[in-house]
């Protein structure tokens, strides 16, 4: 059995840092944080990319001493990066946040993949401290290097996940263009619309301190500044997932530094509801909340959320046809007199889904409700969101059918409009709804839910 002894190799080699024979002086630092500091060019050589390439290139010498002048470093980083280019060992716990984010940069510099690997583990590890006390400084520090992919992912995955730990930092407004502009172009940014929007323009504000925060004291020339800052900014926000009264109050007085068409078109988004989908809306940023369903995913709950209160609402399931049985009795028992739901049934042999909205509660009291604030819709293919049309209720006495010979209705006259009965769906008429493209021939769908409407 071979015999080995590793601590006692690394052993010696950590004694042949302080040896006097040696063959390379290093100055590390700069100005009056200079150091003399001495090792072994085999050593070098072998453990470290940089050092491998400067003596292949032919290093300055004096006296038949291999010199390298490394001012960027600080000695003390230096000195731990040596010992571990010796012996393999290093100690962070000793370091402070910003030395140890010092360091990783400085090993980058150095190509030691391994301890470039080890640093970026250890941020992750105790990512509280680092990112409760300098968000800014370490994201800034992920993009200096293609090396620190681990760590920049892990950063914009946890600011995406808690936002609060940049956007309500006191040096939120120190934060690079760039990286905000990466930030807000997320899908999984987790604040409100409004939120992000409410930021941004504190970020903007804050690169011109001597503008005022009030629009209206702004003259031409401050406009023009605000209007140029803000611009690149201005297709990452989802002005369509901000409420009517958030955006009267909080986006609308910014109107001189937003494109004219598209202000317009937010305007009649409000105003003519039923026309809502024809300006290319963006996608959703994902919710907070998942949703439990096997039909549709969270960014069609934050269009549904949309079209109900253009606030961010909650979907608890009430009712799905395959796993509670595909019956009217069923429905009737499992959503009666639950408030406000939304309906989401999948087409057979495509991928297209419709459904509607009752703000009123189901029941079976064999009687029909009215209501304005109803809907249908239809996603042609949903897995394109852009697909979506949305019909709001004309207000008519047959917006809502209450039938317990049937499931959901939605409108109807000497018809039952969009109908569920005894195992089918039914589009019967348009007498209380805009066309949407719901099918005409009746079929059984592959699978129907029903959500309780929570709002916040």
């Not at 716990?93 to 360091?103: F, S, V």
């Not at 709001?392 to 039938?403: F, L, T």
């Amino acid at each position: 059995m071979p015999f080995e002894c590793p601590q006692e190799v690394i052993n010696d080699l950590e004694r042949l840092l302080i040896d006097e024979e040696y063959d390379v002086i290093i100055y590390a630092g700069e100005n009056e944080n200079v150091k003399e500091i001495h090792a072994h060019s085999s050593i070098l050589r072998i453990r470290s990319q940089y050092f491998h390439t400067a003596f292949s290139n032919g290093s300055e010498k004096e006296n038949g001493k291999f010199i390298f002048r490394i001012p960027n470093i600080p000695p003390q980083l230096f000195e731990m990066i040596l010992r571990f280019i010796y012996c393999g060992k290093i100690d962070l716990e000793r370091l402070q946040e910003q030395d140890i984010l010092k360091l990783l940069t400085s090993v980058n510099e150095l190509n030691i993949q391994t301890l470039t690997h080890y640093i970026q583990q250890y941020i992750i590890n105790h990512q509280n401290e680092f990112l409760q006390r300098d968000p800014i400084e370490i994201l800034e520090t992920s993009y200096q290097s293609e090396s620190f992919t681990d760590l920049r992912n892990f950063t914009l995955d946890k600011i995406c996940e808690k936002p609060e730990i940049l956007f309500q930092s006191n040096k939120f407004a120190n934060l690079k263009a760039s990286l905000l502009e990466l930030l807000l172009k997320r899908d999984d940014l987790l604040l409100e619309e409004i939120t992000i929007w409410d930021n941004l323009i504190k970020w903007c504000l804050a690169q011109h301190s001597t503008i005022s925060q009030d629009p209206l004291r702004w003259n031409n020339d401050e406009t023009t500044i605000m209007e140029r800052t803000i611009r690149k900014f201005i297709p990452l926000i989802r002005f369509y997932y901000i409420s009517s009264e958030d955006f009267v109050t909080k986006v609308y007085p910014f109107k001189d530094i937003m494109p004219k068409d598209l202000v317009s078109n937010i305007l009649i988004f409000r105003m003519a509801p039923n026309k809502q989908l024809n300006m290319g809306i963006q996608s959703p940023r994902q919710s907070t909340n998942n949703i439990d369903s096997v039909i549709i995913n969270q960014k069609h709950a934050a269009i549904f959320a949309n079209w109900i209160d253009r606030k961010p609402c909650k979907f608890n399931l009430l009712y799905r046809a395959s796993r509670d049985g595909n019956r009217n009795i069923t429905f009737h028992e499992k959503c009666d007199n639950k408030g406000a739901t939304i309906i989401i049934v999948k087409v057979p042999n495509s991928e297209q889904i419709v459904g509607g909205y009752n703000p009123l509660s189901w029941d079976s009291s064999n009687q029909n409700k009215f209501t304005y604030d109803s809907f249908m819709f239809s996603f042609a293919d949903r897995n394109n969101l852009h697909s979506a049309k949305v019909g709001y209720s004309y207000g008519n006495v047959h917006s809502i059918g209450c039938h317990s010979s049937h499931g959901p209705v939605f409108g109807g006259h000497c018809r039952y409009g969009f109908n569920f009965w005894c195992d089918t769906w039914y589009m019967d008429g348009y007498d209380s709804y805009p066309n949407v493209g719901i099918p005409t021939a009746s079929f059984k769908a592959d699978d129907y839910e029903v959500f309780q409407v929570i709002k916040n």
